[in-house]
């Protein structure tokens, strides 16, 4: 009954903030049609990295699990003509349809979609000569330390890593749940709290996805 209640109140507020946007319809129904599992961000959820990427001026951005690219749109539209969004994925069915709908955004020369699990696929990403602006984990959650890690290698100083899931219907705080995806976002959360060139914190976000959060943090 609150998941209900979560939901009419994003759709209310979505229905004055967030206008009716085809190509990202198109985007949806194209990755249902293909099967892919509806775990993207939402619409409000996607304008909200859209916003803070263009509030940093971030012309470089890297993403860490594609899915079909609904979060990769957001961002390809935020950054400038000569930005660039990169994009891992380990799931080559997710990469064959995110490049479709990269190419119904008209956004294909923006991003770089790189198939390979992203914990290798990071290893061979450099932060010269441009490091990225901002960084958006939200792959496998078990990886998220080793993300953070190279994200914070990645990124600028100013630069923002965000990453998705860390709240979890509060299980992440029920120290008795021992699930692997819990355990990741536990971990993250030690390494944030060693670790002196990042200021973190987390925002708890309650909408049609139901009861979950971003941590967000700033490479000093
Ligand atoms: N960011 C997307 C969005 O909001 O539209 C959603 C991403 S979805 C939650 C997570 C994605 O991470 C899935 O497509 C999954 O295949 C991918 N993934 C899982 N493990 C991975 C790995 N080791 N390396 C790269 N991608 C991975």
Not at 23 to 33: F, G, Q
Not at 170 to 194: C, H, I, P, Y
Request: with cysteine; charged share 25%.
């Amino acid at each position: 009954e609150s998941q209900q209640i979560w939901t009419r109140a994003e759709a209310y507020h979505n229905s004055f903030l967030i206008p009716k946007d085809e190509v990202l319809d198109k985007i949806v129904e194209n990755s249902r049609a293909n099967g892919l599992l509806n775990i993207s961000v939402s619409a409000a959820q996607g304008k909200f990295l859209h916003l803070l990427a263009r509030s940093i001026g971030a012309k470089k951005i890297l993403e860490v699990g594609t899915l079909g690219g609904y979060s990769t749109t957001w961002f390809a539209r935020a950054v400038p003509e000569d930005g660039a969004v990169t994009t891992l994925e380990v799931d080559p069915q997710c990469v064959r349809v995110a490049t479709e709908n990269l190419a119904t955004a008209g956004l294909v020369h923006k991003v770089e979609i790189i198939l390979g699990p992203a914990a290798e696929t990071l290893e061979t990403l450099s932060p010269t000569p441009i490091p990225f602006d901002l960084v958006f984990i939200d792959a496998d959650k078990e990886g998220n330390a080793t993300y953070f890690k190279h994200a914070k290698r990645l990124v600028r100083k100013g630069g923002i890593i965000i990453v998705d899931n860390v709240v979890r219907d509060g299980k992440v705080a029920d120290l008795e749940n021992k699930d692997s995806m819990v355990e990741g976002a536990r971990r993250l959360l030690e390494v944030l709290k060693a670790d002196p060139e990042v200021s973190a914190t987390t925002i708890s976000t309650v909408g049609e996805k139901g009861y979950d959060g971003f941590t967000f943090a700033l490479k000093l």
